[in-house]
């Protein structure tokens, strides 16, 4: 179904995204998107989810390079507000929800959390840190409202991760 503009809030990752070719290796996780309705009248919602097999397991970045290619096409374009400056959450200050309440529905990359770290709740919560190829980088599908296509398929390719210290 093609929706009039397509709102992305990515938790956990965007491995895989939709479907489409991402990894060439053995996938050990399945992917979950979860579609609800969006505060901003006509646009749907979209959640990633990775589930890893084993409680243990820990998912600490997703990536994007010239041997595995990661995209997300949202041909009616992806919502971003321009309330929140960053590429992640951590742009989103919960205080100006009820001001700004499209705030919600802004596409951004995260792991593990459902907003910005500083007000998740979770000791040693971190926001997410990106490298990206400056000759084709992924900031701007979540920075340019709407943008249409996030790609990274170079040698040097692109990825945002945790740390391991991070506790989400």
């Not at 009248?41 to 397991?57: C, I, P, W």
């Amino acid at each position: 179904m093609i929706l009039s503009r397509f709102v992305k809030t990515v938790l956990c990752a965007l491995v895989a995204t939709c479907g489409v070719s991402v990894l060439g290796f053995a996938q050990d996780f399945s992917l979950t998107v979860e579609a609800t309705p969006a505060v901003t009248e006509g646009l749907t919602q979209y959640r990633f989810y990775v589930n890893m097999n084993d409680a243990s397991d820990r998912m600490s970045a997703v990536f994007g390079n010239n041997e595995y290619m990661l995209t997300v096409d949202a041909p009616d374009g992806a919502f971003n507000s321009p309330f929140n400056s960053s590429w992640n959450a951590s742009g989103i200050n919960p205080a100006f929800v009820p001001v700004f309440p499209d705030l919600v529905d802004d596409t951004y990359a995260t792991i593990g959390l459902e907003g910005p770290a500083s007000s998740s709740g979770l000791e040693g919560a971190a926001d997410p840190s990106i490298v990206e190829d400056s000759n084709q980088p992924i900031t701007p599908f979540f920075l340019n409202d709407g943008a249409t296509t996030l790609l990274s398929n170079t040698l040097t390719g692109a990825s945002w991760y945790i740390l391991n210290t991070a506790s989400n």
